[in-house]
């Protein structure tokens, strides 16, 4: 019965994405009716996703995600900034255990979590936010990601606490496990039929956002540089590769990016860094725009609302913070104390939001790009009127780019790469998170295994080879509907998250728990 | 007495061995005891799947440092009629190997003239330079 349901699942999802392609090949015309009608069949699901609150345009998902974050900083009392400093000490491994030397460390589990999150979100995301929201929404995005950090340790928390261990050593958690195991911990209805409802949305949203859209965008800047090819190369170079990590074990190409990430992170935010750095007089003004603009809009469509929605939207986009995909990720880590991986995954939205997003919204602000009416003060819209104007015309990363470039001439080239790498390694978490949940629904097994990683591979070439809109907007309106699920039962589960703070709390300060010296 | 012997798993350990071996044969009570690390550290980059593997892996990097290198030792010096033991851990070398001698209370560490060479060692410098400029125990370095 479990691989019946799993062979129609897995042809479900390969029919889903195969006929839109094979039809564009064919004939683009027909491509355009099978994505009309893949609209169709996923819109009423993608507009309920992303429908605006009556009476404004704020889409109630990003709301259902502040109001999320926002609960759980009060319910923890500001976690986020009470434990801070530990969650720092932890990642520097001063609480842990040399006897566990050679276990997956705090920093480990971070740094993994974090290159799923760290992309095109950081790069793409806010300069479609600054450009459409203005400079103010840079401060929405910094405060949403400030909030996301209770989300963060409220799920990762968790994700560790109700993992699953086996006897052979390996671990296997995230949301779908603690919805499941916590609800019947607490005697609460529902949890498995939420665990698999949650697990179906990740299902989707890995072979969507997590790989479709990283697939199409990376072609879309390898050919920025190279001029246009067919997208089908690139997504079968793509997949090759990913396909030699995932099922054929190479984990040295893994490795290596895993390297090569953490180091266009850095330098990504280095670059960053130089460009303030050269325009330092321009700082101070750069956050008077950000101040202005988040209370009055600065002339952007749709005031400080349309600021305030575009900076929350793309901190949420960007950091993942209530989704649940970052529980999967922390739940490898070992520790005695599940809440300590909370506060570590707490520094994610911290460094992802607050720190790289801010960054590139800085970056693009003081490099002047969008252009300004020098008669009111106030941003300049374009033809269209849904954007600011900018000075050739850029949104997106080509905006990103644009705003680098002026300050470093070579840097697009290097930010092209670092757009491609960031995507792989986006691909290769959200395989990880994707499987995690084909897992829990079909139960752990290498033919399980191999069935969902060849699905994955074949995404790949989809998502590079063809215009997928709708099939891109259903992909993430999955992931979003990831954070309908996680969140609401996050509300139910708090209280057992909020017992591990107290019971830790008050061993930290009687000095039971304490540093050992390395 | 106790004495450390910092073995790497290649053929210079031998020479180590031996020596360490020569001296606790010529003092009484003591007591030998073998470390082998496994190269480590927590600040590297992992997958998500690479992370959930780790603890499997880590027992079988264990298993394997002591089925092939510390057992073999610490069984050679049983039967010479030395009291020996060891320890396995993962972490940086030169850091590992002066940690346990130092909780141990160990007067001596005895490590063998590390066997790799090429660019990284001059580079970064071998285990054992680390270990004889670091340690906090006096170090003996077999040739």
Known sequence: ?518 | MKLVIGLDGHSSGESALAFAKDLAGKTPLCELIVVYVIEWSPFSFQTAEENAQRHKRREEEIALARERVVDPAVAALRDAGLEARAIVRHGDVADTIDNIAHAEGASQIIVARNSAGGLTSRLFGSSTANLVMTARVPVTVVA
């Open chain 1, 1 to 518: 019965m479990k691989t019946s349901i799993q062979t129609l699942f897995a042809a479900a999802l390969l029919l889903a994405g195969t006929l839109p392609a094979q039809a564009q090949e064919a004939a683009p015309s027909i491509g355009d009716r099978v994505n009309d009608a893949f609209a169709t069949f996923t819109g009423p699901f993608v507009s309920f996703i992303f429908a605006p609150i009556p009476g404004t345009g704020f889409p109630w998902i990003v709301m259902w995600l502040v109001i999320g974050a926002t609960v759980f900083t009060v319910y923890f009392s500001a976690v986020q900034f009470r434990f801070f400093g530990h969650a720092v000490a932890l990642v520097k491994g001063d609480y842990s255990d040399p006897n566990d030397a050679g276990e997956v460390s705090h920093f480990q589990a971070l740094a993994t979590a974090l290159s799923g999150t760290v992309g095109l979100g950081n790069i793409a995301g806010v300069a479609v936010a600054v450009g459409i929201g203005g400079p103010g929404a840079t401060f929405w995005m910094i405060l949403a990601g400030l909030l996301g950090m209770a989300s963060k340790f409220t799920e990762c928390t968790l994700g560790v606490k109700y993992r699953n261990e086996y006897e052979d050593g390996t671990v296997s958690g995230g949301p779908m496990y603690y919805i499941s195991k916590g609800f019947d911990e607490l005697g609460l209805p529902g949890g498995k039929i939420l665990a698999v409802l949650f697990s179906v949305f990740c299902i989707l949203g890995a072979l969507g956002g997590g790989n479709m859209f990283q697939a199409n965008q990376a072609h879309v800047q390898i050919t920025q540089i190279t001029g246009d090819y067919p997208g089908l190369i690139t997504g079968f170079i793509f997949a090759a590769v990913v396909f030699l990590v995932i099922v054929g074990g190479i984990k040295s190409i893994a490795r290596v990016t895993e390297k090569v990430v953490p180091f266009m992170g850095l330098m990504y935010v280095g670059a960053a860094l130089i460009v303030l750095v050269v325009n330092y007089d321009l700082i101070g003004w750069a956050f008077g725009q950000i101040f202005a603009g988040a209370f009055t809009g600065l002339g952007v469509a749709g005031g400080f609302v349309g600021a305030l929605i575009q900076g929350f939207r793309r901190a949420a986009f960007s950091n993942e913070a209530g989704v649940g995909s970052a529980a999967i990720a922390h739940s490898a880590v070992k520790t005695k104390e599940p809440i300590t991986e909370g506060f570590v995954s707490l520094l994610e939205p911290l460094i992802d939001t607050v720190v790289i997003c801010t960054m590139t919204a800085l970056v693009i602000i003081i490099s002047q790009q969008l252009m300004i009416d020098q008669a009111t003060g106030n941003y300049m819209l374009n033809e269209a009127g849904d954007a600011i104007a900018t000075v050739d015309g850029n949104s997106g990363v080509a905006l990103t780019s644009a705003a680098f470039g002026s300050a470093i001439g070579w840097f697009p080239y290097v930010l092209s790469l670092a757009v491609v790498l960031f995507a792989f390694s986006t691909m290769i978490s959200w395989s990880y998170y994707g499987l995690k949940a084909w897992t829990y629904l079909f139960g752990e097994g290498k033919t399980t295994e191999l069935i969902f990683k060849l699905i994955f591979c074949v995404f790949i070439v989809i998502g590079a080879a063809a215009s997928l809109g709708p099939v891109i907007d259903f992909s993430d309106a999955a992931i979003f509907a990831m954070a309908v699920v996680n969140i609401f039962c996050l509300y139910f589960l708090m209280k057992v998250v909020r017992a591990e703070l107290n019971n830790y709390s008050a061993r930290l300060k009687s000095g039971e728990i304490r540093k050992f010296s390395h």
